[in-house]
């Protein structure tokens, strides 16, 4: 039997997002969706020489759901700007990390890569002055692969 190792989940998370291979965070979201990694099906029948037959089950390509972040808006324009780029029609593929971490500290709970990523939408207006809560804006980014660092 081997020796399992309790650990409790992840709570009260934010996250950073570094897309200037620098190793610096340009911006921080209270929340993130999305990035559902899956697998496709494939069915081959089998059929025997003696009239049996058996499907078996291949593991096809590996899709990625893209991944929408959440944000309070900054003067930081980093993202924005990112964006803007692809729309233009510049090929802007860039790889970028998400940083989980602690609510309390600047300490790293888990990190994802996401690999040759682009923006795929950004939110636009929703402002309600009256409410006192900050203005979240988001973005989807699309990536060809998002691995879990270890």
Not at 122 to 143: Q, R
């Amino acid at each position: 039997m081997t020796d399992r190792i309790e650990e409790d989940p992840f709570v009260e998370c934010f996250f950073g997002v570094d897309v200037s291979d620098n190793d610096t965070d340009v911006a921080y979201f209270r929340a993130i969706s999305g990035g559902e990694m899956s697998i496709t099906l494939i069915e081959h029948n089998v059929v025997y020489s003696g009239g049996g037959s058996s499907t078996l089950f291949i593991p096809g390509p590996t899709s990625f759901e893209p991944v929408t972040l959440y944000q309070g808006v900054t003067n930081d324009t980093t993202l924005w700007d990112w964006w803007t780029q692809v729309t233009q029609g510049k090929s802007v593929r860039r790889n970028l990390t998400i940083t989980a971490y602690r609510g309390d500290s600047l300490t790293t709970q888990a990190v994802w890569t996401l690999t040759n990523a682009w923006p795929l939408s950004i939110s636009g207006f929703s402002f309600d002055v009256d409410s006192g809560k900050p203005y979240i804006a988001s973005i989807t980014i699309a990536a060809e692969l998002i691995e879990r660092d270890s």
